[in-house]
């Protein structure tokens, strides 16, 4: 019996949420500055959403969880990844027919793979992903770009760096595939297995090998920009543009292929090259698609494009660079009950500063005084409000400023007037200093 968390997952725990509310909060803001949309699908979806065809993929072969319940027949899986349960829905839904168009959505959310555990590797993980779709466009693709870019540059993250590539479109691809195929026929039988399945499923994934990277046949392999016809260039070239008009850095990545399927033209990855960060340096990843909207059974040549980026490993990046994401928040107000008598009037003074929005806490303990102070210290209040039996009878109470230990008096039935008060008084210091 076991009732520790399952291996590969994690309690995100009160103190360490404010980090979490800083993020989701900040991706918000960027989101509705870039006008992405959020879109919230379900965590499991029926199996073939993710499991599309010959998938070559890890993610799909080995990673997913995949469940049937006892009376049905319908195999659902946990979702892996973000992109298609959201092409799913905007086919689905029909967004394809919106009279604005490209549609911009993004989300936010748990994903699921069955990998081994390791630091920035997990079970369950978060993503914040965007993804857009109906435009073609490589300027496009460089405003996605952009979008997270700009997003880990607001964070305060330095060590950070772009590497860009291009898988061209259907007929490089092919033409590239057929490469690959003649250089590592001889090789591939003292190649893993792994690369073995990928040489019949799709050769482009065995670049992306972590296991054979150091081999000669690997350094050696064709490159996919000499196999890209006049029209992939062109895009690609046009992606390259506006990055550099947009101050963007960026590196190309002749070998980027990216884990995924789907891929076409433009294929990115945005790490962090701090050394802390280890194997688990990609913060977000993607790349355009053409083919998956058409798939799901919406218009033919419909293209998107996103990424998704791994907030646990935003985190790292972050600590591992010294950014502090959020500070510890103490509370306006601790109310001290000096009498077991006046705990219904220690009830009502908290829930009043509350509905004026004023961060408020008391004791239910009923702790000695000088406990319940120390409580007034540990949770940074900034005033201590006492009441007592004399205060209930005489209407007044006593309020000790923590800063400067200076106490003022005020009747119960004003105290949300006398908080503003102070607090206004506090303000305008601050403003003076
Ligand atoms: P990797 O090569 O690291 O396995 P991937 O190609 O599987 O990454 P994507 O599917 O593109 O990654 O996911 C996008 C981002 O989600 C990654 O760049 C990473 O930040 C994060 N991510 C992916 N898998 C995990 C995981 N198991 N645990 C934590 N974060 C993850
Ligand atoms: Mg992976």
Do not use: K
């Given at each position: 019996m076991s009732y520790q968390m399952p291996r590969g997952t994690q309690d995100i725990l009160p103190k360490d949420i404010a980090k979490w509310h800083r993020l989701e909060e900040l991706i918000r803001q960027f989101c509705y500055v870039y006008n992405y949309n959020e879109i919230r699908t379900p965590i499991f979806e029926h199996t073939e959403v993710f499991k599309r065809g010959n998938d070559s993929s890890d993610m799909v072969n080995k990673e997913m969880y995949t469940f049937q319940l006892t009376n049905s027949r319908t195999s659902l899986t946990?979702?892996?990844?973000?992109t298609a349960g959201v092409v799913r829905s905007f086919v689905e839904h029909k967004m394809y027919g919106d009279a604005e168009l490209p549609a911009k959505l993004y989300y936010l959310g748990p994903q699921f793979r069955h990998e081994r555990p390791q630091k920035g590797r997990q079970r369950i993980f978060h993503q914040f992903g965007v993804e857009v779709i109906g435009a073609k466009n490589p300027l496009l693709d460089v405003e996605v770009i952009a979008l997270g870019w700009s997003f880990v540059n607001a964070l305060g993250l330095k060590d950070m760096k772009v590497l860009l590539n291009t898988l061209g479109d259907d007929a490089s691809r092919d033409a590239y595939r057929a490469a690959l195929k003649a250089h590592f026929a001889d090789a591939i039988d003292d190649m893993c297995a792994d690369c073995k399945r990928r040489y019949e499923q799709n050769p482009l994934r065995i670049l992306d090998c972590k296991i054979d990277a150091e081999k000669d046949i690997m350094k050696t392999a064709p490159h996919m920009k000499d196999y890209l016809n006049e029209e992939s260039k062109a895009y690609f070239a046009k992606v390259c543009e506006g990055l550099e008009a947009l101050g963007i850095p960026y590196e190309i990545d002749d070998r980027l292929v990216r884990g995924l399927d789907y891929y076409t033209h433009t294929v990115f990855e945005v790490v962090s090259v701090n050394q802390e960060m280890g194997s688990q340096s990609t913060v977000f990843a993607g790349g355009r698609y053409d083919g998956l909207v058409s798939y799901f059974?919406?218009?033919?040549?419909m293209s998107g494009i996103g990424w998704a980026m791994g907030l646990e490993r935003l985190i790292l990046a972050c600590e591992a660079e010294g950014i502090v994401l959020s500070e510890e928040e103490g509370l306006d107000a601790y109310v001290l009950c000096l009498d077991e008598s006046a705990s219904v009037a220690a009830l009502q003074i908290t829930t009043m500063l509350r509905a004026a929005g004023y961060r408020c806490e008391r004791d239910y303990?009923?702790?000695s005084f000088k406990a319940q102070f120390k409580s007034v210290e540990r949770r940074h209040a900034k005033y201590a409000i006492l009441v007592g039996e004399k205060e209930v009878q005489s209407g007044v109470l006593t309020i000790k400023r923590t800063a400067d230990r200076m106490q003022f008096e005020g009747a119960i039935d004003e105290l949300v007037e006398v908080m503003d008060r102070l607090m206004e008084e506090e303000e305008g210091a601050h403003h003076h200093e």
């Open positions: 946990l979702r892996p990844e973000g059974g919406g218009p033919e040549g303990l009923g702790r």
